[in-house]
Nanobody
Framework: QVQLVESGGGLVQPGGSLRLSCAASGSIFSINAMGWYRQAPGKQRELVASMARGGSTNYAASVKGRFTISRDNAKNTVYLQMNSLKPEDTAVYYC?????????WGQGTQVTVSS
């Protein structure tokens, strides 16, 4: 099993920045990829960014050039740096870990972009 604990959400003005963190524990050697998803009210959960074990990354078109996913292997932590935030980025952001046996999710952290 894998446990994921997110932090870093909050309220920010349009154009501002936030950094989300996701600390993983447990069977981290079994993780094939980690990523961030988000779900806005009334919408389906969608992929924001992901990073495979080898380091390759994938971004949603709507965040490319504004968001950056990174990791610190020593801390077993994945980050999502979010710049130039827009009101449409408002959502609950979830950390995800993909293992062969299935996916694990964090509890979610709220990001609100509003003036």
């Amino acid at each position: 099993q894998v446990q994921l604990v997110e932090s870093g959400g909050g309220l920010v003005q349009p154009g501002g920045s936030l950094r989300l963190s996701c600390a993983a524990s447990g069977s981290i050697f079994s993780i094939n990829a980690m990523g961030w998803y988000r779900q806005a009210p009334g919408k389906q959960r969608e992929l924001v960014a992901s990073m495979a074990r080898g380091g390759s990354t994938n971004y949603a078109a709507s965040v490319k050039g504004r968001f950056t996913i990174s990791r610190d292997n020593a801390k077993n932590t994945v980050y999502l740096q979010m710049n130039s935030l827009k009101p449409e980025d408002t959502a609950v952001y979830y950390c995800n870990a993909q293992l062969y046996v299935g996916d694990y999710w964090g509890q979610g952290t709220q990001v609100t972009v509003s003036s």
